[in-house]
């Protein structure tokens, strides 16, 4: 693939937030330092591109995007800032006007001329568009020393490719797409958006947690994968799938976890809970575990509502923490759908927000920054959301031909949770895999539900999850 890099600026606040801001990285937030920037992929398909000129494109599409970002910029304000420390080790994210180190967002601009929106779809891993996406195996700590959001944007053949990589340590994926949807919004001729940001972090949890983390002395060392500082290279041969299911697939998924009646008086399965229980139970299946292995599944929970007082929707940062749980291999084999659902729900009902505090609490007193992988032997995990209403960033030309995780943060098991295009209750899958794995998953037909599903697997990614 022949990319060349047109440009690359930075992108302010218009109208600049006056003084210096900072915000404490709170107990929420800390955990994802040693993870990788988060990544997302959209791609919009333009009819006429070949007919644009490049003054054009450059008028209509990228003038048009940079002017909405520092717009947009005036409210998430954050986002145009970096990390920082004290001499304690307490991170902040810190925004100054007159800051002459960080200048706001990064924006590159590229042209893939000879690709087509059909060459990016073809397949189903991440390898066709890595070179699309920033920061590739970029650590959120060097956000101490890099932006905190880097977009790059693409013109391909028919279409446009655009990469973004959020410092997961500033937000999660409820504020991903709350930014996204409102510089669309902004995009689209708004004067201001919708929904404003809760921008204040001390309201979830204040607290000063030092930690002694120094980010690698080479601002480029972690590209290659080899630093000390980057977590362990993923196992080899591991494949990544999109699994679509459709509006009838993830209902009759539910129902089939539904039809036991639990004896124990719990509520019924959520969508979630029945659809996550269907993945774990098959993939463990198709992984040949022993009856005595365990098998963790692990979920990126939104905690918003959880914690006492609730937070509002608009919150800016992280306010998700994993929740772990697990069985035997054999258990799961041996019952139906319900069982594994049943677990996952017992998990998820626990999880409320003396638990939050407590792990919270627990955290703080000795503090322990996991590596994106850490979720638990033979696991399943799950990040990103159904309720993200991906296929509606419009920028005012049409809405994505699709949506993404990019490459970072994945290892065997990890999963993402997509919108389906196809609307409705649709979930679209991303899954990470051993090769040997994935093959049996593909050929079984109770995981497939039914040929519908069959054909519509693609073809052609920590969050926090509504659970």
Same mark, same amino acid.
């Given at each position: 693939?022949?990319?060349?890099? /047109?440009?690359?600026?930075?992108?302010?606040?218009?109208?600049? @937030?006056?003084?210096?801001? !900072?915000?404490?990285?709170?107990?929420?937030?800390?955990?994802?330092?040693?993870?990788?920037?988060?990544?997302?992929?959209?791609?919009?398909?333009?009819?006429?591109?070949?007919?644009?000129?490049?003054?054009?494109?450059?008028?209509?599409? =990228?003038?048009?995007?940079?002017?909405?970002?520092?717009? =947009?910029?005036?409210?998430?304000?954050?986002?145009?800032?970096?990390?920082?420390?004290?001499?304690?080790?307490?991170? $902040?994210?810190?925004?100054?006007?007159?800051?002459?180190?960080?200048?706001?967002?990064?924006?590159? @601009?590229?042209?893939?001329?000879?690709?087509?929106?059909?060459?990016?779809?073809?397949?189903? %891993?991440?390898?066709?568009?890595?070179?699309?996406?920033?920061?590739?195996?970029?650590?959120?700590?060097?956000?101490?020393?890099?932006?905190?959001?880097?977009?790059?944007?693409?013109?391909?053949?028919?279409?446009?490719?655009?990469?973004?990589?959020?410092?997961?340590? @500033?937000?999660?994926?409820?504020?991903?797409? *709350?930014? /996204?949807?409102?510089?669309?919004?902004?995009?689209?001729?708004?004067?201001?958006?919708?929904?404003?940001?809760?921008?204040?972090?001390?309201?979830?949890?204040?607290?000063?947690?030092?930690?002694?983390?120094?980010?690698?002395?080479?601002?480029?060392?972690?590209?290659?994968?080899?630093?000390?500082?980057?977590?362990? #290279?993923?196992?080899?041969?591991?494949?990544?799938?999109?699994? $679509?299911?459709?509006?009838?697939?993830?209902?009759?998924?539910?129902?089939?976890?539904?039809?036991?009646?639990?004896?124990?008086?719990?509520?019924?399965?959520?969508?979630? !809970?029945?659809?996550?229980?269907?993945?774990?139970? *098959?993939?463990?299946?198709?992984?040949?575990?022993?009856?005595?292995?365990?098998?963790?599944?692990?979920?990126?929970?939104?905690?918003?509502? $959880? @914690?006492?007082?609730? /937070?509002?929707?608009?919150?800016? %940062?992280?306010?998700?923490?994993?929740?772990?749980?697990?069985?035997?291999?054999?258990?799961? #084999?041996?019952?139906?759908?319900?069982?594994?659902?049943?677990?996952?729900?017992?998990?998820?009902?626990?999880?409320?927000?003396?638990?939050?505090?407590?792990?919270?609490?627990?955290?703080?007193?000795?503090?322990?920054?996991?590596?994106?992988?850490?979720?638990?032997?033979?696991?399943?995990?799950?990040?990103?959301?159904?309720?993200?209403?991906?296929?509606?960033?419009?920028?005012?030309?049409?809405?994505?031909?699709?949506?993404?995780?990019?490459?970072?943060?994945?290892?065997? %098991?990890?999963?993402?949770?997509?919108?389906?295009?196809? %609307?409705?209750?649709?979930?679209?899958?991303?899954?990470?895999?051993?090769?040997?794995? /994935?093959?049996?998953?593909?050929?079984?037909?109770?995981?497939?539900?039914?040929?519908?599903?069959?054909?519509?697997?693609?073809?052609?990614?920590?969050?926090?999850?509504?659970?």
């Amino acid at each position: 693939m022949k990319i060349k890099i /047109m440009s690359k600026t930075h992108v302010k606040p218009t109208k600049p @937030v006056l003084g210096k801001k !900072q915000f404490l990285l709170t107990t929420f937030d800390l955990p994802y330092l040693a993870f990788y920037y988060n990544q997302k992929f959209l791609l919009y398909k333009f009819e006429n591109l070949l007919d644009l000129e490049e003054a054009t494109f450059t008028n209509d599409v =990228v003038e048009k995007l940079k002017d909405g970002l520092g717009l =947009v910029l005036e409210d998430f304000y954050q986002l145009a800032g970096k990390l920082a420390k004290d001499d304690e080790g307490v991170f $902040r994210v810190e925004y100054d006007a007159d800051d002459t180190e960080i200048n706001g967002v990064e924006f590159s @601009v590229a042209h893939a001329d000879e690709v087509t929106i059909d060459d990016l779809t073809a397949e189903d %891993g991440t390898a066709m568009f890595k070179d699309l996406v920033p920061y590739n195996a970029i650590l959120n700590l060097e956000g101490l020393s890099r932006p905190l959001l880097s977009v790059q944007v693409t013109k391909l053949k028919d279409g446009i490719a655009m990469g973004l990589a959020f410092n997961h340590a @500033v937000l999660d994926g409820t504020a991903t797409w *709350h930014f /996204m949807s409102s510089w669309a919004e902004i995009c689209r001729g708004a004067q201001s958006i919708s929904t404003q940001p809760f921008l204040d972090r001390a309201k979830a949890r204040n607290t000063r947690v030092k930690l002694d983390l120094t980010a690698p002395k080479d601002p480029n060392a972690t590209s290659n994968g080899d630093d000390a500082a980057t977590p362990a #290279a993923e196992p080899a041969k591991l494949v990544e799938k999109i699994f $679509r299911f459709s509006d009838s697939a993830v209902r009759t998924i539910k129902s089939r976890a539904n039809s036991v009646i639990p004896s124990d008086g719990s509520k019924p399965f959520s969508t979630f !809970q029945s659809l996550t229980s269907h993945i774990w139970r *098959h993939v463990t299946l198709a992984r040949g575990l022993k009856p005595e292995e365990i098998t963790v599944f692990t979920v990126f929970a939104d905690c918003r509502r $959880r @914690v006492d007082p609730p /937070m509002p929707e608009e919150y800016f %940062g992280n306010l998700i923490q994993a929740i772990f749980t697990g069985t035997a291999a054999g258990l799961l #084999a041996a019952h139906g759908p319900e069982f594994g659902a049943s677990v996952i729900q017992k998990a998820v009902v626990a999880h409320d927000a003396s638990a939050i505090d407590a792990r919270n609490d627990e955290w703080e007193k000795s503090p322990k920054i996991f590596q994106f992988k850490d979720a638990g032997v033979n696991c399943v995990a799950v990040g990103s959301s159904p309720r993200f209403k991906v296929y509606e960033v419009d920028f005012g030309w049409g809405k994505p031909e699709t949506v993404r995780s990019g490459s970072n943060n994945r290892f065997n %098991g990890m999963m993402y949770l997509y919108q389906g295009k196809a %609307g409705g209750i649709s979930i679209d899958v991303e899954i990470t895999l051993e090769a040997s794995v /994935m093959e049996k998953l593909e050929k079984s037909k109770e995981f497939l539900l039914s040929e519908e599903l069959s054909n519509s697997i693609g073809n052609g990614n920590g969050n926090g999850v509504a659970v």
